[in-house]
């Protein structure tokens, strides 16, 4: 258990033990000071027994009073009753200690004693009263002790402690889960998810864990696609590296052949030149390079020249660039990325298209912000594939024999969605591949 843990359990159980103890101490000392109902109760029927025994009686009936002696008699209730007529006798006719009865006159002058004096119309007096052994067994204190206090404070701290320690580890549980998830990403196992471990879980560290697994997941992404790219680009070196090792060997060999050789070095160093431009390209573009240079032009403009200089390439090869375009969309954008990624889709096109063919560029500008529509007649892309032309080095199978590193889509791709636009591949009706590039107005 962590030190989180123990924080937590021991907030929760001082908490939780304050709690009940007050709640404990405030029920017992209101139990112990406040006089039970039941005894107020008691001293009221009393009361009430007396007045209407004396009533009764105040009225002459002292038949009826006898009748309602006897009922509170047959039905037991207590205290008994009594009445001490003038020659006096037990109204029905229960024997009384002398002393007791001798006593009756100075027990009516003590005010709030269980004891009537009434005096009928024709002069009778008679005393209503209960005896007082039996009024001090009827109204004694029958609160029981108060309970021993330390119980329910033993009840209620074990209560509390396994409350406690469930609640702390209810909540360090994930916490623990997240610092073994970090540790193990930090070893180099991008794989590791957390979420497995904290179960189903619906607060805020859930959400956190789900975080962690998101960038996990981005983590595990981008190292993969790092590695890949690392070995596409070594492969990719090592094919140019090698004819300039050939051809620095065969100069050795060959000295009347230098010319030539020299020749080849310098093509290769093109390409290698060529290469590592787009590889640095695309480097700035996968990091988020904001050091964008901006500024503000017509792309309908600038994808007109683009569509120019490459209709002069095309028809060299015997293919046509056929360019549809009005109107104007002017933007702060980076110039030289735009320009690179509209190049290399049209120069990408006119390179598959088949010979003969026409590749169409139509451009249109509406509320929504620019399109460019770029279709070959090329040998197409399967829809499996329609993703993955945009990653770095992939060249599908139809693209054998087509000079290129597979980079112009990835760059492409990467420039457009820089400035908050993105490209899209689909299959052409009647075969080949339409591009479709969009920018927002808003450019970011």
């Given at each position: 258990?962590?030190r ?11 908490a ?9 101490f405030i029920?017992w ?18 009361s ?70 009434v005096?009928?119309s ?37 209560v ?5 320690a469930?609640?702390?580890?209810y909540?360090?549980?994930?916490i ?12 180099g ?15 805020e560290?859930?959400?956190?864990g ?6 996990a ?9 790092q ?6 680009v070594?492969?990719e070196?090592?094919?140019p590296?090698?004819r ?6 065969l100069?050795?060999?060959r ?17 290698l030149?060529?290469?590592?431009g787009?590889l ?20 309908v ?26 109107g ?12 690179r990624?509209f ?8 390179k598959y298209?088949a ?8 451009v ?6 620019l399109?460019?529509?770029?279709a ?14 945009f990653e ?19 760059i492409?791709?990467?420039?457009i ?28």
């Open positions: 258990m962590g989180l843990f123990w924080k937590f359990f021991a907030v929760f159980w001082l939780l033990m304050l709690t009940i103890v007050m709640v404990i029920a000392l209101l139990r112990w000071v406040d006089p039970p109902e039941q005894r107020s109760f008691e001293a009221e029927r009393l009430l027994m007396l007045r209407s025994t004396a009533n009764v009686l105040a009225q002459g009936e002292s038949a009826g009073a006898k009748a309602m002696l006897r009922d509170w008699q047959s039905r037991k209730l207590e205290p008994t009753i009594y009445v001490l007529g003038p020659l006096g006798q037990e109204l029905l006719g229960r024997s009384l200690p002398a002393d007791e009865l001798a006593a009756l006159p100075n027990r009516a002058q003590q005010v709030g004693d269980a004891i009537q004096t005096i009928t024709n002069g009778q007096r008679y005393w209503v009263f209960a005896r007082e052994a039996e009024i001090t067994d009827f109204m004694a204190d029958e609160r029981p002790k108060p309970p021993s206090i330390v119980v329910p404070i033993a009840v209620s701290a074990l509390s402690l396994l409350l406690s469930w609640l702390a580890w909540f360090s549980k994930p623990r889960s997240l610092s073994w998830a970090l540790h193990t990403v930090a070893e196992k991008l794989e590791t998810r957390v979420m497995p471990q904290i179960g189903l879980r619906r607060d560290i859930a959400d956190l789900r975080d962690f697994d998101r960038m997941h981005q983590l595990q992404q981008l190292v993969g696609a590695n890949r790219l690392l070995h596409d070594s492969h070196l090592r094919s590296l090698a300039l090792q050939a051809a620095i060997g100069a050795r060999q000295p009347d052949k230098v010319d030539a050789s020299l020749e080849r070095i310098e093509r290769e160093a093109v390409r030149d060529s290469l590592v787009e640095l390209t695309l480097a700035r573009l996968e990091a988020g390079s904001t050091e964008i240079k901006r500024e503000r032009l017509d792309l403009e600038l994808i007109a020249a683009i569509a120019d200089d490459a209709q002069f390439e095309a028809r060299l090869a015997g293919r046509d660039v056929q360019l549809q375009a009005s104007e969309f002017v933007a702060e954008v980076g110039a030289e990325l735009l320009h990624a190049e290399n889709v049209i120069r990408n096109a006119v298209t010979p003969g063919t026409t590749v169409e560029v139509t249109r500008t509406d509320e929504q912000g399109q460019v529509e770029v070959d007649r090329g040998p197409g892309v399967a829809e499996d594939d329609l993703v993955r032309i770095p080095f992939r060249r599908l199978a139809e693209s054998q024999g087509v000079a290129g590193f597979g980079l112009g889509l990835a492409a791709r990467r420039a969605e820089s400035h908050g636009g993105e490209i899209i591949a689909s299959p052409r009706e009647g075969g080949g591949l339409c591009l479709r590039l969009c920018l927002p107005v808003q450019i970011r």
